[in-house]
């Protein structure tokens, strides 16, 4: 990559595997019909985004989610269906982000809650002996810790200020188009990760 000298990573489709329909199809087998109207890739209905930026607690959540899909589950069954989309870590991928941060200074960037970060975590440190997430970052920003998530520019803003970055020079890597052009509003390099190709296919 030239002339750049910090990259910002998104999380999920990037450096995590997820599948959304997992999540659409575990509520669709409870009794959620509709699920997948309210919830998809890039996108987010009503209290689905003030999760993400931590204008409502995990309690609240759960119970409005009881609400929009009208059927009588308990908390757990909610709970595991939301992470159903949560997948795995590659190690190819892991170890590619160790040896780039050699080269760059290396933030995380994700539009994300509390209940999934905290099984993304548990992920991660099965299948890495225990090691944290964020070890492998410089910083990490989390939009549920935050208070604003992609692709709104200002907490591209933020991040670049807070960390002295020259958004000229720092390049933003996410698998959804309007997250990137979030990004490029705030003056920083974007790049798409379209579907099928993965970090791994980038000559850093």
Do not use: C
């Given at each position: 990559m030239r002339n750049i000298d910090s990259i910002i990573f998104d999380l999920g489709g990037v450096i995590l595997n997820i599948d959304n329909k997992r999540t659409e199809r575990e509520f669709v087998a409870l009794g959620a019909k509709d699920f997948g109207l309210y919830f998809g890739h890039?996108?987010?209905?009503?209290?689905?985004?003030?999760?993400?930026?931590?204008?409502?607690?995990?309690?609240?959540?759960v119970s409005d989610l009881k609400k929009m899909i009208n059927v009588d589950l308990t908390d757990e069954l909610i709970i595991n269906a939301?992470?159903?989309?949560?997948?795995?870590?590659?190690?190819?991928?892991?170890?590619?982000?160790?040896s780039i941060r050699e080269k760059y200074r290396l933030l995380l960037f994700s539009n994300t809650n509390s209940l999934h970060m905290e099984a993304?975590?548990?992920?991660?440190?099965?299948?890495?002996g225990g090691q944290d997430l964020d070890d492998l970052f410089d910083k990490a920003y989390y939009s549920h810790i935050l208070g604003m998530r992609k692709p709104d520019k200002e907490p591209f803003q933020l991040i670049a200020r807070e960390n002295g970055l020259d958004p000229s020079r720092t390049l933003f890597v996410d698998d959804a188009l309007v997250n990137v052009n979030g990004a490029e509003l705030a003056g920083l390099k974007g790049f798409y990760l379209p579907p099928g190709i993965t970090i791994m296919d980038v000559r850093w």
């Open positions: 890039g996108h987010a209905a009503s209290f689905f985004k003030d999760y993400e930026v931590g204008k409502i607690s995990d309690e609240q959540f939301w992470n159903a989309l949560l997948m795995d870590f590659p190690p190819e991928r892991i170890e590619l982000l160790k993304v975590r548990k992920i991660f440190r099965e299948a890495f």
